[in-house]
């Protein structure tokens, strides 16, 4: 335990900075987990940990470096799946396009010998 006035003012300024570190590196931690809505703030909140002394500079460029990586990977994903739903659709409704057609020139064409 501290014994003089100015180590026990140290003792609390450091128990007040540790708590308010913990819950940016709580809230840093649980931002990372989950895919995030807002990208800026995920980055500032980032930098905000690196200029505080929470994470590393180094460990900041290299989250933001993986969450950038993560979010070309799934929109290149969402991007192929969109593609080939689209490919699907268009093999489904063309057959069933011209047997619509055909169907038509059909009833036309006994319409006319009548």
Same mark, same amino acid.
Do not use: C
């Given at each position: ?13 450091? *128990? &007040?900075? /540790? #708590? ?8 840093? %931690? !649980?931002?990372? @987990?989950?895919?995030? $809505? ?30 950038? *990586? &993560?979010? /070309? #990977? ?8 969109? %593609? !080939?739903?689209? @490919?699907?659709?268009? $093999? ?23």
């Amino acid at each position: 335990m501290p014994i003089t006035s100015s180590a026990k003012k140290a003792l609390r300024v450091a *128990q &007040n900075k /540790k #708590t308010i570190n913990d819950r940016l590196r709580r809230k840093l %931690k !649980s931002l990372l @987990k989950k895919p995030p $809505k807002n990208l800026s703030d995920v980055i500032s909140m980032i930098d905000k940990a690196s200029k505080r002394g929470i994470i590393h500079k180094n460990k900041a460029n290299r989250l933001k470096a993986k969450l950038m *990586q &993560n979010i /070309k #990977t799934n929109l290149a994903k969402k991007s192929t799946a969109q %593609k !080939s739903e689209k @490919k699907v659709a268009k $093999k489904i409704t063309k057959p069933v396009a011209k047997k619509i057609v055909t169907k038509k020139k059909i009833i036309k064409k006994s319409a006319k010998n009548k």
